[in-house]
């Protein structure tokens, strides 16, 4: 069976690879690792198809070194103890170059069975995953490499491989192959920075292309479908969730619609319904909680009529909810006193209750006058003073009055009430 397409045109010198100018551009600092035939542990961190494999190629052809692949999804430690039964044999004079896929999926036992190899130099190791390494890979093995993380390759800077791609299908092709203009700019543009999704697009579309007239002709029609949702990077549990997530919340912070919408589409393009949902409930009591209250239960409103409504109407309530919270004044007042309260309750900074609030009749004849609770209804203005935190706390303060226009009113009636500043 012919090879598939991605890996019969796979770059063989780093002047071919596309993208990542950042790490193989004049003078990078990995351009110069793999020049010099370094023999340092490389972790290559980065989504799929932007070249992190072509690259362990091409450092295995520069140094002259036997290249053994495996990959942590399906590998062994077993797998692990026969590349290491080569090591000093003829079937690696100089040594291992062990690149190894995926190794987030290794256990940390696995990963600890290289670190001896790697110690006394037997093998090489390249690894390469599309999660963050700082949480995935064992410390021990991270402190012996240098991390390098791949970016997604760009549209225009893909194209020219599309159109390389096209090339080669057309000089392999029986019959004469032609297409439309707009052909190689949207599987470009639809691959979401993935090489490896365009040109198995380029691949599939020669595929499945209908011989009219004595020629094959690729649509764009046709590239739409072959290339649909591919532009899209999500794993529920992966980085990729948490980022988009995360750039939801801070373009809400930051009061930008326009990226709010954006971020929240491509959450629910992904099919993802709860996780936006959440996360605007967050945001209402978060970044905006006392500067505009309300904001709070029109968000829940929103939410629950997207859960009623499933996709793709969820779409319609969940856009209003993000709008209203990006263009909404923003508070994280309330946000800070909990979590100050909460850091003293965890330093055991608490004390007793005092007396007169505990759920018991304060004002029986044992209690003592000092104990009496004071009911705030009946005083003036529903307000007495009276001491509320235990002894241990009298005089902290963990509410900052916000400058917005509901706090700031909020503080001038009670000012006015109090009869001091506050």
């Known amino acids: 069976m012919d090879r598939p397409l991605a890996d019969r045109i796979r770059p063989k010198t780093l002047d071919e690879v596309v993208g990542q100018r950042h790490l193989l551009g004049p003078n990078a600092l990995l351009r110069r690792f793999i020049e010099k035939g370094t023999d340092a542990n490389l972790v290559f961190y980065g989504p799929s198809g932007t070249g992190k494999t072509t690259i362990a190629n091409i450092i295995a052809t520069q140094t002259h070194r036997t290249l053994y692949k495996l990959n942590a999804t399906t590998a062994s430690l077993q797998d692990i103890k026969d590349i290491m039964a080569d090591v000093g044999t ?216 997207a859960l009623q409504l499933g996709l793709p109407e969820a779409r319609l309530p969940l856009g209003d909810a993000a709008i209203l919270l990006a263009t909404a004044p923003k508070s994280n007042t309330g946000h800070n006193a909990i979590i100050a309260a909460m850091e003293d309750v965890k330093r055991g900074k608490t004390g007793d209750i005092p007396r007169h609030l505990k759920n018991v009749h304060a004002d029986s004849a044992d209690a003592g006058p000092v104990a009496k609770y004071k009911y705030p209804h009946v005083y003036p203005n529903r307000w007495v003073e009276q001491q509320y935190l235990p002894d241990e706390l009298v005089g902290t303060s963990y509410y900052q009055w916000g400058e917005n226009k509901t706090e700031q009113a909020a503080k001038a009636y009670w000012e006015k009430i109090k009869g001091k500043p506050l």
């Open 90 to 305: 003829m079937m690696a004079p100089k040594g291992i170059l062990l690149y190894l896929d995926e190794i987030q999926y290794f256990n940390k036992k696995q990963q600890q069975s290289l670190l001896e190899f790697m110690e006394n130099g037997a093998i090489t190791l390249i690894a390469s995953t599309t999660e963050n390494p700082y949480f995935y890979v064992y410390s021990a093995l991270l402190s012996r490499s240098t991390v390098f993380e791949f970016k997604p390759v760009t549209a225009q800077e893909v194209l020219p491989a599309v159109e390389r791609a096209l090339g080669v299908v057309r000089q392999e092709s029986q019959l004469p192959l032609i297409w439309e203009e707009g052909v190689p700019d949207y599987i470009a543009h639809a691959c979401g920075g993935d090489v490896r999704k365009a040109m198995n697009a380029v691949e599939l579309l020669y595929e499945a292309a209908v011989p009219c007239k004595g020629e094959l002709l690729l649509t764009v029609s046709d590239a739409e479908q072959v290339a649909q949702r591919s532009a899209m990077r999500y794993d529920r549990d992966g980085d990729a969730h948490y980022d988009l997530l995360s750039a939801l919340q801070k373009s809400i912070r930051g009061s930008d619609p326009d990226a709010a919408v954006h971020y929240l589409a491509r959450l629910l393009e992904a099919g993802d319904l709860l996780s936006p949902c959440r996360r605007l409930l967050v945001i209402a009591a978060e970044d905006i909680g006392l500067a505009y209250p309300m904001a709070i239960p029109i968000v829940k409103a929103c939410v629950d009529s």
